[in-house]
């Protein structure tokens, strides 16, 4: 695609949000990827998320490492400061940028490989570190960026455009994630926006460190017949575990869900997640049970989807260092400087 | 036999086992001299080893004030372990005193009979006084001191009231404490002629002094210049800088009602993250930093270039050390210099700051974060192990109350309001340094995107080669700004008439006094002249133009500061005679005025007339 100004149109009938903010007004600058990339569906389904979350986008952050994938915050909330680190290195950037101000809110884009190679180490450590984060692995089974090389989520036996079968085993982001401590994990599919979006706007809302691997299929590299990261792989086997709505602090909370069927999980702002039970005894708060099911759905081939795992009271970073209320950026010389007369004593101290 | 004389100019060896608790003793010892008002440098030698290796502490006794290392033969010898203790014996000069514990017989002639032999049974004392092995082992270094300190004439009070303060939370362990040192006391007193031919005097030297190690000093200074963030993580010689700044940070910057911490200090997993972290706190406004060694360098080294290209202020403080790993790394050296100055890859090159004392070190910890927010770049204060992890006499810390962090230039909300289209990249002072915005200050204006790849004044991204070299000539421009800005070089003019200059940084300071005395021994004048910053001021070139020779003083094998100079300002090599010292002891004045006479075509024992 060329580089060209997104035109702006302007539509005095599209829905507001309670800023008075427009879809419109969480757009980007037009996205350079591949024509049906996937990586573009999750940039859709954060735009809608954060209109419907009604977020000021200037009050998020948007960082991400390098790859297709981590292109994508140019193309989504263009008012937000955005920061396109370095390959894998997402984490620590947004843990220094998240403990240097609590206040805004964090998203962070990665790729597959950007997060399960030359990541993974800050990938395991931003999860202990319980980062008030959402954290989105757009997922595609390859480096798209450097044209189609596998990735380490591409499962055994997977069929590459060219080359041999993929002879390593895979790693599982969801599972790694729940095993690291993540309080929020969930995997979705670029192509299922009636999950996606609920998801993240569950992951935004969630306190701590909120984890989203949304397979996004590579249309130029890893999206045919022998890719179990294609567009037609995930739809034929994708087990949906939960069907979510999140309803955030300021909306009713409605009781469309027959009893029985549904699970209300309330977040630490107040705000409620209801989640639609597919499996019948399913309970998103256990974290064993979690893993148990991905590991049989593994087992059968299938992708299981959904809000896997969460923990509605978790803590952050901050909690457990203690850091003060007021942004660590905010604090002023007053704050800060200890002063001439204590310099003394310390001078005294040595001497 | 001769037998050395010395009053206040001698130094002392202890030879002790790694993990005995003998710091402390040694620590006290130099400490009382300090507080008898005479100048002293004591310095750690010791291994890459957690216990059970031998380690040595030198403590130089000047009243000259010479505070470098003066070599590798000493006055006295604590001799306090068995493993080493032959190789301590030779490194007395003849004349020397060795210290011993003589509860075991050691037959002392079949070492040196040129040497004189201390013995005290100070096993034997503590078999005595103490049931508790563990007691035996501490209170042995005490009575050492105590032993000493009438051997060497030393105040004894000085020494008790420093125990006092010592253990001012521990009230209890003073009178054992007490006891312990005079047991060597009286001992010493009994059983040899007090004091000895070397000793001490009480001198007025130390007034308006500290004694301060430089990595203490730099973490202060982090304090007072309102850093919020430090993410690292562990390596020797910097270790000890984090530690200090989390002391400080605990003690003041933690609310006493909400007990809310003003701070945040994080062990990342390693140095690439540490140095993540650094830039994202940076980019988000809040005063960040992180200390490291040569390895942990190498590994920020890719962050270090999109911290240089985006613009980001960081701190870095490099603790410099011999490499690249075990055997090495508890030895001294300034041998990162060119791996810092242009660190990273593509066209970047890195911000030098280089204290030579605490007191400076404090100053330059406390102007990086100044400097880094001032031209929005990485700022790395090079210091080395000799300054950061041992104690120097140093001139009192000072701040000034009225003293405003500089941020640089960061557009508020309103400033953005007032302007028609804000280019992040946009040089509008011609000066280099554009205006930046933090995360969340508007909800219209002033949102940029960063990154490492190549984009215009308005931070759009360009892949147009005339966009990237209008940005990294700016850049170059902006470096232009730097060598102004930082701290000028300090020049020390010869007492002649000098055609030759000297130039160093860092550490070396130490041992200048005592360059130039030797050399005016031999009727050698030079200019000196310590650089402070990197890139060079303008009187750097100045100074280097108007001496015919100048020698270049470097703590590592490749005379990397020579290179930096040659590199960078395009002086002709053979005017810049290169000094080399790289074995990871600190460099001695000896070895530098050797090396200066040798390339001068002096010999040793020729002196006066040649004028150099
Ligand atoms: C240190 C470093 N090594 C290699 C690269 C080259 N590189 C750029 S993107 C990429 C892989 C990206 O893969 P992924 O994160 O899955 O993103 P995708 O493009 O598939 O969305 C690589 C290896 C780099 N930028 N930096
Ligand atoms: S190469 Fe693949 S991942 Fe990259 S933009 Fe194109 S489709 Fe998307
Ligand atoms: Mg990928």
């Known amino acids: 695609m060329s580089y060209m100004k997104k035109p702006q149109f302007y539509n005095p009938d599209l829905p507001k949000n309670e800023l008075g903010l427009t879809i419109r007004d969480y757009e980007g600058s037009l996205s350079t990827?591949?024509?049906?990339?996937?990586?573009?569906?999750?940039?859709?389904?954060?735009?809608?998320?954060?209109?419907?979350?009604?977020?000021?986008?200037?009050?998020?952050?948007?960082?991400?490492?390098?790859?297709?994938?981590?292109?994508?915050?140019?193309?989504?909330?263009?008012?937000?400061?955005?920061?396109?680190?370095?390959?894998?290195?997402?984490?620590?950037?947004?843990?220094?940028?998240?403990?240097?101000?609590?206040?805004?809110?964090?998203?962070?884009?990665?790729?597959?490989?950007?997060?399960?190679?030359?990541?993974?180490?800050?990938?395991?450590?931003?999860?202990?570190?319980?980062l008030n984060m959402l954290y989105v692995v757009a997922n595609n089974g390859t480096y798209g960026l450097t044209k189609g090389q596998n990735s380490a989520t591409l499962d055994k036996g997977s069929k590459p455009k060219k080359g041999p079968d993929n002879p390593w085993d895979s790693i599982d982001l969801v599972t790694t994630a729940i095993q690291m401590g993540a309080t929020f994990v969930a995997r979705s599919f670029s192509g299922d926006k009636q999950q996606l979006v609920p998801l993240i706007k569950a992951a935004v809302a969630h306190k701590g460190f909120a984890f989203i691997d949304c397979i996004s299929p590579c249309v130029t590299f890893n999206n045919h017949a022998g890719s179990t990261k294609s567009y037609d792989y995930v739809r034929e086997h994708n087990a949906v575990m939960n069907r979510m709505d999140f309803i955030p602090l300021q909306d009713e909370i409605t009781t469309e869900y027959a009893a029985g069927t549904s699970s209300q999980v309330s977040l630490h702002d107040g705000s409620v997640m209801h989640l639609q039970k597919l499996a019948e005894d399913y309970d998103p708060r256990d974290k064993i049970t979690a893993l148990d099911n991905l590991q049989r759905h593994n087992a059968d081939g299938k992708v299981l989807t959904g809000l896997l795992y969460v923990d509605p009271d978790a803590s952050d970073t901050h909690d457990v260092l203690a850091t003060s209320k007021t942004p660590l950026r905010e604090l002023k010389e007053k704050d800060l400087c200890p002063g001439a007369e204590v310099l003394s004593s310390i001078n005294a101290s040595f001497s | 036999m001769n037998t050395i004389t010395a009053v206040n100019e001698f130094v002392i060896r202890f030879a002790n086992v790694n993990g005995t608790g003998s710091a402390s003793a040694n620590m006290l010892f130099a400490k009382s001299l300090f507080r008898m008002g005479i100048p002293v440098s004591p310095r750690n030698m010791f291994p890459s080893n957690i216990q059970g290796l031998p380690t040595w502490y030198d403590v130089r006794v000047s009243e000259k004030g010479y505070m470098g290392r003066r070599g590798e033969n000493v006055d006295m010898v604590v001799a306090m372990n068995p493993q080493s203790f032959e190789r301590d014996v030779k490194s007395l000069a003849p004349g020397g005193f060795l210290f011993y514990d003589s509860t075991k017989y050691i037959d002392t002639g079949k070492y040196r009979s040129d040497i004189q032999w201390i013995g005290v049974p100070l096993m034997e004392i503590c078999q005595r006084e103490y049931q508790n092995p563990r007691q035996r082992q501490l209170f042995k270094n005490i009575i050492y001191v105590g032993a000493l300190a009438a051997l060497l004439e030393m105040d004894f009070d000085v020494i008790k009231d420093l125990i006092a303060s010592q253990f001012k939370a521990k009230q209890k362990l003073i009178p054992p404490n007490i006891h312990a040192l005079e047991l060597g006391y009286d001992y010493a007193s009994k059983n040899f002629d007090c004091p000895l031919s070397i000793k001490v005097k009480a001198a007025d030297l130390n007034k308006d002094k500290i004694l301060i190690d430089g990595n203490t000093a730099s973490a202060i200074g982090a304090v007072y210049s309102g850093a919020t963030v430090a993410s690292w993580y562990p390596i020797t010689p910097s270790t000890s800088l984090v530690e200090a700044f989390e002391k400080f940070a605990e003690r003041f910057r933690i609310d006493k009602e909400t007990g809310e911490k003003k701070f945040a200090i994080i062990q990342a997993e390693d140095e690439l993250s540490a140095m993540g972290m650094v830039i994202g706190a940076s980019w988000n406004g809040?005063?960040?930093?992180?200390?490291?060694?040569?390895?942990?360098?190498?590994?920020?080294?890719?962050?270090?270039?999109?911290?240089?290209?985006?613009?980001?202020?960081?701190?870095?403080?490099d603790v410099q050390r011999g490499g690249p790993s075990t055997g090495m790394p508890t030895r001294t050296q300034q041998s990162d210099i060119l791996s810092c100055a242009y660190a990273s890859h593509g066209d970047s090159k890195q911000v030098l700051l280089f204290p030579s004392d605490p007191k400076d070190a404090f100053d330059i910890a406390a102007d990086a974060f100044d400097y880094a927010n001032r031209l929005q770049t990485p700022v790395i204060v090079m210091l080395d192990l000799e300054l950061g992890m041992n104690d120097w006499i140093s001139d009192e810390l000072e701040w000034d109350d009225k003293r405003e962090y500089d941020q640089g230039k960061v557009l508020n909300a309103e400033q953005l309001d007032k302007l028609e289209r804000y280019g992040r990249y946009l040089d509008v002072d011609g000066d280099g340094i554009t205006y930046r915005t933090y995360p969340g200050t508007h909800p219209e204006k002033g949102a940029f995107f960063t990154r490492g790849t190549s984009r215009d004044e308005y931070a759009v991204y360009s892949e147009l080669g005339e966009d990237y070299v209008h940005n990294v000539d700016r850049l170059t421009r902006k470096f232009a700004t730097a060598a102004e800005l930082l701290p000028k070089p300090v020049i020390y003019k010869a007492k002649a008439s000098a055609v030759c200059g000297v130039v160093y940084v860092g550490t070396t300071a130490l041992v200048q006094d005592e360059m130039t005395d030797l050399l005016e021994q031999d009727g050698i004048y030079v200019d000196a002249m310590k650089i402070r910053a990197f890139p060079f001021h303008s009187d750097v070139k100045k100074f280097i133009n108007k001496h015919q020779k100048v020698f270049v003083i470097d703590i590592n094998r490749d005379a990397q500061l020579r290179t930096l100079l040659i590199n960078e300002e395009d002086f002709d090599p053979a005017k810049l005679l290169s000094i080399r010292h790289y074995d990871g002891m600190p460099v001695t004045a000896v070895t530098i005025v050797e090396q200066m006479k040798s390339a001068l075509g002096i010999s040793d024992n020729s002196n006066a007339e040649k004028r150099a």
Not at chain 1, 86 to 113: E, F
Request: charged letters at 10%.
């Open chain 1, 33 to 130: 990827l591949c024509a049906g990339c996937g990586h573009d569906s999750i940039s859709s389904g954060i735009m809608q998320a954060c209109f419907e979350l009604s977020i000021s986008p200037h009050t998020v952050a948007k960082i991400s490492g390098i790859g297709c994938s981590s292109k994508t915050p140019t193309y989504y909330l263009g008012n937000a400061h955005g920061f396109n680190s370095v390959h894998g290195r997402m984490p620590s950037v947004a843990t220094g940028a998240n403990v240097a101000n609590r206040d805004l809110t964090y998203i962070g884009m990665s790729g597959d490989g950007d997060t399960a190679s030359i990541g993974l180490g800050q990938f395991v450590h931003v999860i202990r570190r319980q």
């Open chain 2, 286 to 317: 809040a005063r960040a930093f992180t200390a490291t060694s040569g390895p942990g360098v190498s590994l920020m080294t890719e962050f270090l270039g999109l911290a240089y290209f985006a613009e980001i202020p960081v701190v870095l403080f």
